[in-house]
């Protein structure tokens, strides 16, 4: 199975911050990467897929980089309604597999 | 617009059958691979496995072969079998649709989830 490693579990950061997830696989997944954000009791919403690419209607302070093993999501101005658990996810090969998650809190 | 919506039992008992259903509405259920995902309360989420054209089928070898996954292409349902669950079964089981898009993949929508709880 591919391990899927993000960092950090947790942060705090203020509304207009620059945020930056990382994600790590434990091998090469080319751009097979895509990350999700999950509110408090809500279903996980897909932000970037192909590791790069935006979902429909996501805004565009967040962005998805990196290819191979390492890859970050950034939100260039933290928003009130950012605050979630962000999800990164191979789709490289099966069993798919998600990171343990990334809390940002205020 | 394409919505899924699970339903089944919200309590099992440890070494029964866990059965959930998806109602898929909005797209054929042949057409698309579908996927079962779930998340333990407090915790990250674990892709149990897919169905596609009611035939193929691959799961997560965490799950010891205890899952299985169907399709009723007459009513455009999937459905989920997990035998012998135990209390670290309990967890919110999520339906989604795999989306597929030249090399990438990704699951979207998914359904609202559904918490089963295993308790004696």
């Known amino acids: 199975d591919i391990q899927m490693t993000q960092s950090p579990a947790s942060l705090s950061a203020s509304v207009g911050d620059r945020v930056t997830i990382t994600c790590r696989a434990s091998q090469s997944i080319s751009s097979n990467l895509n990350w999700y954000q999950q509110k408090a009791g809500k279903v996980p919403k897909l932000l970037i897929f192909?590791?790069?690419s935006f979902q429909i209607g996501v805004p565009s302070r967040f962005t998805g980089s990196g290819s191979g093993t390492d890859f970050s999501l950034t939100i260039s101005s933290l928003q009130p309604e950012d605050f979630a658990t962000y999800y990164c996810?191979?789709?490289?090969?099966?069993?798919?597999?998600f990171g343990q998650g990334t809390k940002v809190e205020i | 617009q394409v919505q899924l919506q699970e339903s089944g039992p919200g309590l099992v008992k440890p070494s029964e059958t866990l059965s959930l259903t998806c109602t898929v509405s909005?797209?054929?259920?042949?057409?698309?691979?579908w996927s079962w995902i779930r998340q333990p309360p407090g915790k990250g989420l674990e892709w149990i496995g897919y169905i596609y054209y009611s035939v193929r089928t691959n799961y997560n070898p965490s799950l010891k072969s205890r899952a299985t996954i169907s399709v009723d292409t007459s009513k455009n349902q999937f459905s989920l079998k997990l035998t012998s669950v135990t209390a670290a079964d309990t967890a919110v089981y999520y339906c989604?649709?795999?989306?597929?898009?030249?090399?990438?993949?990704?699951?979207?929508?998914w359904g609202q989830g559904t918490l089963v709880t295993v308790s004696p």
């Open positions: 192909g590791a790069s």
């Open positions: 989604a649709r795999e989306t597929l898009n030249g090399d990438y993949l990704w699951f979207d929508p």
């Open positions: 909005g797209a054929p259920i042949n057409s698309y691979y």
């Open positions: 996810q191979q789709s490289y090969s099966t069993p798919w597999t």
